[in-house]
């Protein structure tokens, strides 16, 4: 099967993707996935660190892509499909029963390919949440198993439609949820605004977690658009298998072991520049975000100077050759103006209230960005931003982590800013 080009709607919902072929391989000729892989522990890594929606698998051998499919499916519930491999009916069978999803043959034509693909990638869409029971959040814990949340280890008693409206809010974590969309969710309705029933909703449920609308710690208001679960969420499964467990530890080994190779390099940097080229090789070679950027803040200039990027264009790099001028149409500046992280799920959806961060990101073909400050002697002196080419937020787990880079590379900047200066 040559390789296969898609149009941009597929690409939107196929995308990110991950290609795991054996070099050499027909499979290896496909070049619009995100990431290709073809050693499988690179592929399972590559899949573990992001929203992954699909991974491809395609090999020489039956034993390769057996292999490829048992290490893989240990690692996530993404759907998997083979493509461009040559199969007997009874070793299709076999990898169907080991966690592959789909098998394409390999003379199927391009278009049918696509068309098969895109509609794994749909249905598998619809049940993001199938493996998920436990949604966790500070001292609140809630089993969607069981139908219960439980503050300070304490249940607290919640109506059937008062839980609903919890465990939405908290699938959506830290991100606004305008008002129909709760409604239809929880209710049903499709017709109606059922805004007072939300309204009376919230009200009780935030006297049973003991919140207030003036002093939200767990569901925040925002005027006109909708509602909130304001703190971050973890959400954990129900598998405790050992194969997923031991899949679980190498996957925290693999991300301890990164950080570690990063702080080591960090270590070795003889000036900032280097410092922050390292940091952004360092995320998008290991797979953490397809894009990342670090700028420098000059206040004097009221300009934001880029210091170093990967995964940009070279059109991008010379449109901000001169410094980005700080001003409110540049995303950057909250960031310098609150010292605190911002994660936008799409930006291009933004274009009003970042109408030039819009613009170059959507050119880049580059949607959800995690940007942090990085701070030097207790003040902002730049930015470290993580960009990815998928419309999804990223999940509580990465941003976690990736802030932690960021404490990191702050750290190794201020011993350097003062000879660099």
């Not at 290609?19 to 290709?36: N, Q």
């Not at 499909?81 to 592959?100: I, P, Q, S």
């Amino acid at each position: 099967m040559p390789d296969t080009v898609l149009k941009p709607r597929d690409l939107a919902v196929l995308n990110p993707s991950v290609l795991c072929a054996e070099a050499g391989s027909a499979a290896a000729t496909i070049t619009w996935p995100t990431v290709v892989c073809h050693q499988v522990t690179s592929a399972v890594h590559a899949a573990s660190v992001r929203d992954t929606r699909l991974v491809l698998v395609g090999g020489n051998s039956f034993t390769w892509v057996h292999q490829a499919v048992r290490e893989l499916r240990l690692s996530g519930s993404f759907p998997i499909a083979l493509v461009a491999t040559d199969l007997t009916t009874d070793e299709g069978l076999t990898l169907l029963d080991r966690g592959a999803s789909l098998v394409i043959e390999r003379q199927a034509p391009a278009r049918e390919m696509a068309s098969r693909l895109t509609a794994l990638c749909r249905s598998a869409g619809g049940d993001d949440a199938g493996g998920v029971r436990w949604l966790h959040s500070g001292r609140m814990r809630v089993d969607l198993r069981a139908r219960r949340c439980l503050l300070d280890d304490q249940p607290v008693a919640l109506s059937q439609n008062e839980f609903d409206l919890l465990a939405y809010l908290m699938s959506h974590a830290q991100q606004v949820v305008p008002l129909q969309d709760i409604v239809q969710r929880v209710w049903g309705w499709r017709h109606g605004d059922g805004a007072n029933t939300l309204r009376i909703h919230i009200g009780r449920l935030r006297r049973k977690l003991g919140d207030t609308p003036a002093d939200a710690t767990w569901i925040g208001s925002v005027r006109g658009a909708g509602y909130q679960f304001v703190p971050p969420v973890a959400e954990l499964g129900d598998d405790r298998s050992d194969d997923r467990l031991r899949a679980s530890v190498s996957l925290l080994n693999a991300h301890a072991d990164a950080l570690g190779a990063l702080v080591d390099t960090l270590q070795a940097a003889p000036d900032m520049t280097t410092a922050a080229e390292t940091v952004v090789q360092w995320a998008v070679a290991r797979g953490f975000s397809d894009a990342a950027t670090v700028f420098r803040l000059d206040a004097g200039a009221g300009l934001s100077r880029l210091v170093a990027s990967a995964g940009m264009s070279v059109r991008w790099k010379q449109s901000v050759a001169a410094g980005h001028p700080v001003s409110a149409d540049f995303m950057g500046s909250q960031v310098y103006r609150s010292g605190e992280p911002v994660q936008l799920h799409d930006m291009s959806r933004l274009a009003r209230r970042f109408p030039v961060t819009a613009k170059m990101s959507s050119a880049e073909d580059l949607h959800a960005c995690l940007l942090f400050p990085i701070t030097v002697g207790g003040r902002v002196w730049g930015d470290l931003a993580f960009v990815s080419r998928t419309a999804r937020a990223f999940n509580p787990a990465r941003s976690a982590y990736l802030r932690t880079v960021a404490g990191v590379v702050s750290l190794a900047l201020a011993g350097r800013v003062d000879g660099d200066a």
